[in-house]
T-cell receptor, first 114, second 113 residues
Framework: GDSVTQTEGQVALSEEDFLTIHCNYS??????LFWYVQYPGEGPQLLFR?????EKGSSRGFEATYDKGTTSFHLRKASVQESDSAVYYC?????????????FGQGTSLSVVP | AQTIHQWPVAEIKAVGSPLSLGCTIK??????LYWYWQATGGTLQQLFY??????VESVVQLNLSASRPKDDQFILSTEKLLLSHSGFYLC????????????FGEGSKLTVL
């Protein structure tokens, strides 16, 4: 079945550090890929998405490039801020899915200290 | 603008007691609706989805049921809660069937004691 793997469970950084969160996927079709962010006590909200190979998604200084060859969609930000502290989820939507399922990775908890 | 409202915000319930969580979407006709469950510190797991009134598909069996009595309403329920039902329940709606993003509600936190 479809799956999403995020390598980092927790990431601790200082402000202005560079961020990378690794996301690899497995899908039978040609999925759309998403990055969601969730703040404590809230529902996840979309950061951005990409639906074609080599397409770059970006928002709020975060970016990721769809790479079909390596089945990856790694999240990066050049300079993190304390306000970026949250849980980040990589997800995929497979058009061949029989029941309209959005599959999420395990999530990566980002903590940024001033 | 579309809005999604979940109720209650939080519940503390005893094992074996019944549960009903609700979700209402305004400003969007005939949305695709979803229930997700999130254990503390865990990922999001899809429980149910519904494309139209009266039709609900189950994705994971967790001794829960869902119903869609109105176009803009989605209900999650069980007659007997288990300890394992504790967590964060999220309702969401979606534009497209397979490529559109999900819009989540604020969630309902359930603690089963």
């Amino acid at each position: 079945g479809d799956s999403v793997t995020q390598t980092e469970g927790q990431v601790a950084l200082s402000e202005e550090d560079f961020l990378t969160i690794h996301c690899n996927y497995s899908a039978s079709g040609y999925p759309t890929l998403f990055w969601y962010v969730q703040y404590p006590g809230e529902g996840p909200q979309l950061l951005f998405r990409a639906s074609r190979d080599k397409e770059k998604g970006s928002s709020r200084g975060f970016e990721a490039t769809y790479d079909k060859g390596t089945t990856s969609f790694h999240l990066r930000k050049a300079s993190v801020q304390e306000s970026d502290s949250a849980v980040y989820y990589c997800a995929l939507s497979d058009p061949t899915s029989s029941f309209s399922k959005l599959v999420f990775g395990q999530g990566t908890s980002l903590s940024v200290v001033p | 603008a579309q809005t999604i409202h979940q109720w209650p915000v939080a519940e503390i319930k005893a094992v074996g007691s019944p549960l009903s969580l609700g979700c209402t979407i305004k400003g969007k006709s005939s949305p695709n609706l979803y229930w997700y469950w999130q254990a503390t510190g865990g990922t999001l797991q899809q429980l149910f989805y519904s494309i139209t009134v009266g039709q609900v598909e189950s994705v994971v069996q967790l001794n829960l049921s869902a119903s869609r009595p109105k176009d803009d309403q989605f209900i999650l329920s069980t007659e007997k809660l288990l300890l394992s039902h504790s967590g964060f329940y999220l309702c969401a709606w979606r534009l497209g069937v397979n490529t559109g993003q999900l819009y989540f509600g604020e969630g309902s936190k359930l603690t089963v004691l």
